[in-house]
């Protein structure tokens, strides 16, 4: 009888464990940014919550925060058009992002019309992330400009092996 309440306590601490995890969208809520800008769009600010550099790729990814009161529409890219207003700078070089063999670009994908513009509900939050080809290792940081607002500068970047 000792056995098994040894393993019912067992499991049960197991369940619990479980429970008080952060899970991966617990743990981007936590996520404290490199870098952050307010935008264009009323109460959207822009966190820059992860840009590694690996294997000649930095991938980047932006927390979208709605400090406001009210839903709030972020237009990234409009039907028809392409990423290109997503892009870095370091040093006096301009990096787009990377594309695949279809040229698309790698990044949070548009729908089915080319549109990326996603309605961020008050206090809530919404991530973008892209992949763009590493500047050289001796640059530490960039700036980052997306559609919606002014750039944000100064983002470091975190090297990887």
Same mark, same amino acid.
């Given at each position: 009888m000792q056995r098994h309440s040894m393993q019912l306590l067992a499991a049960a601490f197991l369940a619990a464990a479980a429970l008080f995890t952060p899970t991966p969208a617990a743990a981007q809520e936590a996520a404290k940014p490199l %870098?952050?800008?307010?935008? $264009?769009?009323?109460?959207?600010?822009?966190?820059?919550?992860?840009?590694?550099?690996?294997?000649g790729v930095l991938t980047v990814r932006v927390r979208?925060?709605?400090?406001?009161?009210?839903?709030?529409k972020v237009m990234l890219v409009r039907g028809g058009e392409s990423y290109a207003a997503a892009y870095l700078t370091a040093?006096?070089?301009?990096? !787009?992002?990377?594309? $695949?063999?279809?040229?698309?670009?790698?990044? !949070?994908? !548009? $729908?089915? +019309?080319?549109?990326?513009?996603?309605?961020?509900?008050?206090? +809530?939050?919404?991530?973008?992330? +892209?992949?763009? %080809?590493?500047?050289?290792?001796?640059?530490?940081?960039? !700036?980052?400009?997306?559609?919606v607002g002014p750039p944000i500068d100064d983002v470091p970047i975190v090297d990887k092996k």
């Open positions: %870098a952050s800008r307010e935008l $264009d769009v009323e109460g959207i600010v822009a966190e820059v919550i992860e840009s590694v550099r690996k294997d979208f925060r709605n400090t406001g009161a009210k839903a709030q040093g006096n070089t301009k990096y !787009t992002l990377a594309k $695949d063999s279809s040229q698309r670009a790698i990044a !949070t994908p !548009t $729908d089915g +019309g080319g549109w990326l513009e996603p309605s961020i509900k008050p206090k +809530g939050n919404w991530s973008w992330w +892209g992949k763009f %080809a590493a500047p050289p290792a001796d640059v530490k940081s960039y !700036t980052l400009y997306l559609k």
